[in-house]
């Protein structure tokens, strides 16, 4: 089977995919055209995603020939499952190979906007380091406060992990159902998306995003934070409405704020919340290891290999197609 490989990923996977017999074809430019990209995915047979090209009804209209799609990501919320799973069409993923890469970056995120790391080394490259001033730009310590996260599923376990041990602070979640794992390993609390926004001392995303969640961090939430709140976000940008957010902290409703992930991506240079003393953007680097990228680079290829078998993926975004 041939398989279209837009981008290069770590040769763990193009050895397993190679040795099994796959055809994989990675064109010289991965700069494509949106022409060009679907031309590629119209003549092969499997499709290794990565990036976040979309994959709609239009996509598979224009692809009949097209068999499964691996995604070189845990997110698949740029594909349309439903369609897909009405083709028949399998959809791969890669599940927890980078929730320890992901929960390092937001508990890393939280220390920074608790200290102003990136304002502060800002400072240092600049020249400006200053004298000595006991009120210049506090930071804030995390000992005991309140986690709230958003989504405790893999990864959002493990950062309440990492801040229950390293800082004993206390847990509180808000997801679909009860995570009975946490509530005995960490003592964590379930409570209310109200109770949840109202209570956080750090309010961490990890959920998966779904289009009716857009933007469900704004101006009404932020109101009802409290002013000394970090907000961090590791899962996708469009959970934020980044101009609620600028004004919530440029009035001082929260303290700070962590992302990884922006509305839209990349962000732009111009944008004001880049400004502030409080905030620590990356440029969505959360599985960006090698361990984490080894891992998706395997199971990804995996993914393929099993389908091209007549197997099951090991990781599936529909597995109502088997």
């Known amino acids: 089977m041939k398989v279209f490989l837009n981008k290069r990923i770590p040769e763990i996977g193009m050895k397993i995919m190679k040795e099994n017999g796959l055809d994989v074809f990675i064109p010289e430019n991965a700069n494509l055209s949106d022409e060009e990209w679907l031309k590629y995915c119209q003549d092969s047979d499997l499709i290794l995603n990565v990036g976040f090209h979309r994959f709609n009804k239009d996509f598979f209209d224009q692809c009949p020939n097209l068999k499964a799609i691996a995604l070189f990501s845990v997110g698949f919320d740029h594909v349309d499952i439903k369609e897909a799973t009405s083709r028949n069409i399998p959809i791969g993923n890669t599940p927890d190979v980078l929730s320890t890469a992901t929960a390092d970056t937001a508990f890393l995120l939280m220390q920074s906007v608790a200290r102003r790391s990136s304002f502060y080394f800002d400072r240092v490259k600049n020249g400006e380091w200053g004298?000595?001033?006991?009120?210049?730009?506090?930071?804030?310590?995390?000992?005991?406060?309140?986690?709230?996260?958003?989504?405790?599923?893999?990864?959002?376990?493990?950062?309440?992990?990492?801040?229950?041990?390293?800082?004993?602070?206390?847990?509180?979640?808000?997801?679909?159902?009860h995570n009975e794992e946490a509530?005995?390993?960490?003592?964590?609390?379930?409570?209310?998306?109200?109770?949840?926004?109202?209570?956080?001392?750090?309010?961490?995303?990890?959920?998966?995003?779904?289009?009716?969640?857009?933007e469900l961090f704004?101006?009404?939430?932020?109101?009802k934070m409290k002013p000394n709140a970090i907000f961090i976000n590791?899962?996708?940008?469009?959970?934020?409405?980044?101009?609620?957010?600028?004004?919530?902290?440029?009035?001082?409703?929260?303290?700070?704020?962590?992302?990884?992930v922006t509305n839209p991506e990349p962000m732009s240079k111009e944008n004001p919340l880049l400004e502030l003393s409080n905030v620590c953007v990356l440029p969505h680097i959360g599985s960006a290891t090698e361990e984490a990228r080894n891992g998706m680079a395997k199971l990804?290829?995996?993914?393929?290999?099993?389908?091209?078998?007549?197997?099951?993926?090991p990781a599936c975004a529909n597995p109502e197609v088997y």
């Open 234 to 260: 590791t899962a996708r940008g469009g959970f934020q409405n980044e101009k609620d957010l600028y004004e919530a902290l440029i009035s001082k409703k929260i303290w700070g704020a962590g992302l990884d």
């Open 131 to 177: 004298d000595f001033d006991p009120l210049f730009a506090l930071g804030q310590e995390l000992t005991g406060k309140i986690l709230g996260v958003f989504g405790l599923g893999r990864i959002g376990f493990e950062m309440a992990e990492k801040c229950k041990k390293a800082f004993g602070m206390n847990i509180i979640y808000h997801n679909r159902n």
């Open 218 to 223: 704004n101006a009404e939430v932020f109101e």
């Open 183 to 214: 509530e005995k390993e960490l003592d964590a609390k379930y409570v209310s998306f109200d109770e949840l926004i109202t209570q956080s001392d750090v309010l961490s995303i990890h959920a998966n995003f779904k289009n009716e969640q857009s």
């Open 300 to 313: 990804s290829a995996e993914n393929l290999v099993a389908f091209a078998k007549g197997e099951k993926m």
